[in-house]
């Protein structure tokens, strides 16, 4: 076969190309030909099919994207924006953190637990491009209904993969969620956060400057595995008889990626890099295009010097090829044998595969025979920009016209007891610690707060014990309902779990996961879900920093909730002062800040004993947001409360169970005037938490509250062996812990 040259592409103008089979549609193709004024070559074309690739380009959620730009709040506290890999904020005393959460959805569900494991593997890269070590990660998960046949074979996988390369990298697992719903049956989430901590000094971005400057590829050999995979596997939308098409999902292995972690560290420390990208989604098209077009001049790659794992791989397999545990940077000519000693020291295989050239080009050859001559920016920034049609579905407002706070509710403190089992056993309420058991939670000695914890919270000075807490969240229920409000009361509640720590939210990532963009009610749902998402974080000063969209997660035509995962990342001065969710001292006065009101709609209660999805979900009031978190920062920070659980999905009953069940002590309850039994219960209004307030602090914290103006009900006191509502009923701590704790192990047994 006659290699595919740039010479022999401009004398053969009509040679038949397989841009369909790459995902490319014709007039992408017309202008990659327009761009180059001669059909691509093979590994041209390779190269902007994977990076053209809805997973890479954001080509359909660009226009929408634009405004966490164009509305964001000022911030001292942003150092690295949106266009990185990941977003950096500073955090006081030089130090910088990281943080970034992105998808792997669709190999998780053909391969679950390499799909799984190389999301993990992938994140942590991106935290350690950005020349930070990588020091927790979470993981937000969503799976089809827990009864489902298939949730047993994809669950464990995942659990196993994410487990499996976390513990082997000795990176704490601090948070997450895992959601069951029968809309994620053939498109499970996964996803995957990562932290980093860094002095500012050390912050290194992807770029290729300096002429003559080496590009070095090191870490693992690159293999078939991963070809075309994540880049074209989350660019379409799968069949209804299964995957359409199901590219190699990437293989990982933690163990070198850990030596790779280690080695690029010590290689910053000796500042020997101008520039750093990892290998990813698109793999080395994606490194070499995006660090010569972030750059100031061109580069050359002499691809036959690249390490292989696989002799036979051609030159168009080489560049779309997703192997795993890879890293590129730039080095001076005088710092590569430096380089390269470090890099034998951890036993990092590293290969110097070409050099930044004066001109615009990036230039890649195969046995000196030229193959690609591209404008890189043309390939990694300038790819296409659909404005893809949207419309409010037709079926939207029946949707919230039925109403859940219409359905039948319970009569007397006996069908009170049963619903308050029923919801805590329930599998979305239930325990989740035989899936968080498999993660360490406490490697490296930094982990202040973990699961079942509102957020996970890391210590990163050991002198001054200043720490960082992050948690995750996202309700697809009241994104379907309301796609607006939705994406806000998924900000809302990781801002308030944050706050509930006694951290400060500062900075937000996004995980955006909808259906098809080809069909305009999902876009529909994501352009009203980006408006409100940007909306809210210009009201709570909290900046985007980065983050991802996955779209086509959509069996034939059936698309998931539209489900945007939130994470939200706060500093707190003294990880002592923390504020843990646990109920652990008896006597301790129980109080409900904030408003309740008969809200249901969206709501577990609805879910659990009616199966049913309708009505509006729970107003938004941000400025309320602001209040309850500057309330909670300020009490946890001057001793005044010893425990506080936000109150989310599941009312106040779930928040009271689980914090009662992480203390060992129950508690007594009193229905406040003005509200019924139920309401109070299970209600999912929003900017509301249970706070357990020492006796001593009562009129100090009480005070606070009436001088800001946040609601402060006193509901009962830390007391017993039950969780007793007075004149409704009481359940036993035991019952309860059975409840709670034995639905998912009896599910995946």
Not at 40 to 54: D, F, H, I, K, R
Not at 370 to 397: K, L, N
Not at 616 to 635: G, Q, T, Y
């Amino acid at each position: 076969m006659t290699l595919d040259t740039v010479k022999h592409a401009a004398g053969t103008p009509e040679a038949e190309q397989p841009w369909q089979e790459l995902g490319l549609k014709r007039d992408e193709y017309d202008r990659i030909r327009e761009i180059l004024g001669r059909r691509p070559t093979g590994a041209e074309l390779a190269m902007y099919s994977v990076m053209w690739s809805e997973h890479c380009s954001y080509k359909s959620s660009k226009v929408h994207l634009r405004q966490f730009s164009e509305k964001a709040p000022e911030n001292d506290a942003l150092l690295v924006g949106i266009g990185e890999n990941a977003g950096v904020v500073d955090v006081g005393q030089g130090y910088a953190v990281t943080f970034k959460v992105e998808s792997h959805n669709h190999p998780s569900y053909i391969e679950p637990y390499q799909g799984a494991a190389t999301g993990v593997g992938g994140i942590v890269r991106d935290i350690l491009a950005m020349g930070a070590r990588p020091v927790a990660v979470m993981d937000p998960l969503r799976f089809g209904a827990a009864d489902h046949p298939d949730t047993k074979r994809v669950l464990p996988g995942v659990v196993a993969g994410v487990g499996g390369y976390g513990n082997c990298l000795g990176l704490p697992n601090i948070g997450g969620e895992v959601v069951f719903d029968s809309c994620y049956q053939g498109n499970p989430l996964v996803n995957a956060l990562c932290v980093g901590v860094m002095k500012h000094e050390d912050i290194h971005l992807a770029k290729a400057s300096g002429t003559g400057n080496k590009v070095i590829l090191y870490g693992a050999r690159t293999g078939g595995d991963g070809i075309g995979g994540v880049s074209v596997l989350a660019s379409e939308t799968f069949e209804s008889t299964g995957p359409a098409k199901r590219p190699a999902v990437q293989v990982g292995d933690p163990f070198q990626e850990k030596l790779l972690i280690e080695c690029t560290l010590e290689i910053f420390a000796e500042k020997l890099v101008d520039g750093i990208q990892d290998l990813g989604g698109a793999g080395l098209s994606c490194a070499t295009s995006e660090l010569a077009s972030a750059g100031s001049g061109g580069m050359r790659v002499d691809l036959e010097t690249v390490p292989l794992r696989d002799a036979t791989l051609s030159p168009e397999e080489i560049l779309m090829s997703e192997s795993q545990e890879r890293m590129c940077a730039i080095v001076e000519p005088a710092k590569v044998d430096r380089f390269l000693e470090i890099c034998e020291k951890w036993d990092v295989i590293a290969t110097v595969i070409g050099e930044v050239t004066e001109g615009d080009r990036l230039e890649i050859f195969w046995h000196g025979e030229q193959i690609v001559d591209v404008p890189p920016r043309t390939v990694a920034h300038e790819g296409p920009v659909y404005e893809r049609p949207f419309a409010r579905p037709g079926w939207q407002d029946a949707l919230q016209a039925d109403d859940a706070n219409a359905l039948p509710r319970p009569a007397g403190g006996d069908e009170l007891k049963d619903q308050v089992l029923r919801l805590v056993a329930s599998p979305n309420q239930a325990s989740k610690a035989w899936i968080t058991d498999q993660y360490d939670r406490f490697v490296q000695g930094n982990t202040v707060l973990a699961q079942p914890e509102d957020s996970g919270m890391i210590r990163i000075d050991e002198e001054t014990d200043l720490g960082v807490a992050v948690a995750t969240d996202g309700n697809g229920r009241y994104a379907k309902l309301d796609p607006y409000a939705g994406a806000q009361l998924a900000l809302a509640e990781a801002y308030r779990n944050v706050a509930t720590s006694g951290a400060k939210p500062l900075a937000v990532s996004n995980c955006l996961n909808f259906g098809s963009p080809e069909d305009p009610a999902v876009m529909w749902q994501f352009a009203e879900a980006t408006r409100g998402l940007a909306d809210a974080c210009q009201v709570l000063g909290t900046p985007v920093t980065g983050g991802n969209v996955s779209l086509y997660n959509q069996t034939g035509d059936t698309a998931i909730h539209p489900t945007p995962v939130v994470a939200v990342l706060g500093v707190i001065d003294d990880v002592n002062r923390r504020t843990p969710v646990g109920f652990a001292e008896e006597g301790q006065l129980l109080y409900l800040l904030g408003d309740t009101r008969e809200e249901f709609g969206g709501s577990a209660w609805a879910q659990v004993v009616h199966d049913h999805l309708g009505g509006l979900p729970p107003a938004v009031d941000l400025e309320r947001e602001r209040l309850l978190a500057d309330i909670l920062i300020s009490a946890s920070r001057d001793g005044m409360i010893d425990a506080a659980h936000d109150l989310s999905d599941g009312g106040l009953v779930q928040a009271v169970t689980e914090s009662c069940l992480r203390g060992g002590h129950g508690a007594r309850l009193v229905v406040p005037d003005g509200l019924d039994a139920f309401t109070f219960l299970f209600s999912e209004s929003t900017g509301r938490a249970v706070v357990a307030v020492p006796r001593s602090e009562e009129v100090r914290f009480t005070d606070m509250c009436g001088a800001r103006g946040l609601p402060a009900a006193r509901i009962g006191v830390v007391d017993g062996d039950a969780v007793e509502v007075q004149g409704e009923f009481a359940l036993p701590l035991a019952e309860l812990r059975t409840a709670h704790e034995g639905t998912i192990p009896a599910l995946l047994a």
